[in-house]
């Protein structure tokens, strides 16, 4: 990569009228956090367009790993996946549990049940 | 759809065979979405009109940052669109409380309120590469 090429990468990431998300509730999202007060212009554009690149990045790296199946959709699955798997995405285990079908949810608790009707 | 369950998935977008293992999924969103979001702030603009997880960014924002990531004949879920707008806030949140954290310890006393000021935004930048290092856009950030 041409340092040249870097240079127009870097304007073009830093350019304020790039950005498609709205920073004003970027910023409400920002004041949730505890002990935060005040925050600083650049710091709140750097953290907008650090979303969009996060939102990028998550999609296409779920994408990849799920079309191998030749879905061609981006499903919740394919999220969760990339949440255990990646190390990167890894603070979003939380919020993105694997889904099981109800019934087999209960069969497990039956099952459970039983374990515990035999201690 | 299931009117009977305690879990109310019809908001959530999937149907109601779906839930967590351990956990259940349960949400009751005040709004469809987030398009009423901003109607609702009036002139005190209050916090108490919503609540702290509800804060997302549009959906259709989000959607389409994804639509554009992925190859162009990919197709992308419902859910999985309301899905990455939960993460993005946690995300959010998450650079914003580590940066916090390290506007604290580096001027311990001076920023006693979490200002994040032109030196906070350094810490920040530094958050972003220690985390994302694989994202070369932020790299590129860090350095301009």
């Not at chain 1, 296409?60 to 995405?89: I, M, P, R, V, W």
Request: proline share 3%; hydrophobic share 30%.
């Amino acid at each position: 990569m041409s340092g040249k090429n870097m240079e127009e990468k870097v304007e073009q990431a830093t350019d304020r009228k790039n950005i498609s998300l709205p920073m004003s509730r970027v910023r409400l999202i920002m004041k949730s956090s505890p002990d935060v007060s005040c925050i600083n212009q650049d710091a709140l554009f750097l953290t907008t367009k650090a979303t969009e690149l996060f939102v990028q990045h998550l999609a296409l790296s779920s994408y990849k790993n799920g079309s191998g199946k030749e879905t061609n959709t981006l499903s919740y699955s394919d999220l969760a996946n990339a949440a255990e798997e990646s190390e990167t995405f890894q603070f979003l285990t939380d919020i993105l549990p694997k889904k099981i079908l109800a019934r087999e949810y209960l069969k497990s608790l039956e099952e459970m049940e039983k374990v515990d009707d035999n201690l | 759809m299931d009117g009977d369950s305690t879990t109310d998935t019809t908001q959530l977008g999937i149907t109601g065979e779906y839930m967590t293992g351990g956990t259940y999924v349960l949400q009751t969103q005040d709004d469809d979405g987030d398009e009423s979001f901003n109607d609702h702030e009036d002139g005190n603009g209050s916090k108490d009109h919503f609540r702290e997880q509800d804060i997302y960014l549009p959906i259709a924002n989000v959607a389409r940052i994804m639509k554009n990531a992925i190859p162009q004949t990919g197709k992308i879920a419902k859910d999985a669109k309301e899905c990455v707008q939960e993460c993005v806030s946690e995300f959010i949140s998450f650079i914003t409380s580590e940066a916090s954290e390290r506007c604290h310890q580096e001027k311990p006393g001076q920023l006693p309120a979490g200002l994040i000021t032109a030196d906070g935004q350094q810490q920040n930048v530094m958050v972003y590469t220690t985390s994302y290092q694989q994202i070369p856009g932020i790299q590129q950030i860090q350095f301009s």
